[in-house]
Nanobody
């Protein structure tokens, strides 16, 4: 089992930046592929970014490519999502998730076995 706790959300103006963190614990969290997902009110959950266990491979949703960066620090069991040039449409609850490996369809939320509680990100216009 892996436990995930997100932090770093908040209120920011459009064009601003935030860095989300995900603290992982439990059984060998550094061996898991990780992802960030988000869910806006009255919308379905959507993939944001994913990273393999070593950090050598990443993937992004088109809507955030070039603005967001996912990274990990396996020595400290941390996952990060650096979000720049934020837009009001980025407003959502952001979730960290863990998968047994970096599947070819890493953007599919059903591949992730463990989920955090989420952190709210609000971008004002």
């Amino acid at each position: 089992q892996v436990q995930l706790v997100e932090s770093g959300g908040g209120l920011v103006q459009a064009g601003g930046s935030l860095r989300l963190s995900c603290a992982t614990s439990g059984r060998t969290p550094s061996t898991y592929a990780m992802g960030w997902f988000r869910q806006a009110p009255e919308k379905e959950r959507e993939f944001v970014a994913g990273i393999n266990s070593s950090g050598g491979s990443t993937g992004y949703a088109d809507s955030v490519k070039g603005r967001f960066t996912i990274s990990r620090d396996n020595a400290n069991n941390m996952i990060y999502l650096q979000m720049n040039s934020l837009k009001p449409e980025d407003t959502a609850v952001y979730y960290c998730a863990a998968a047994l490996r970096f599947y070819s369809d890493y953007f599919n939320g059903r591949k992730y076995a463990y989920w955090g509680q989420g952190t709210q990100v609000t971008v004002s216009s």
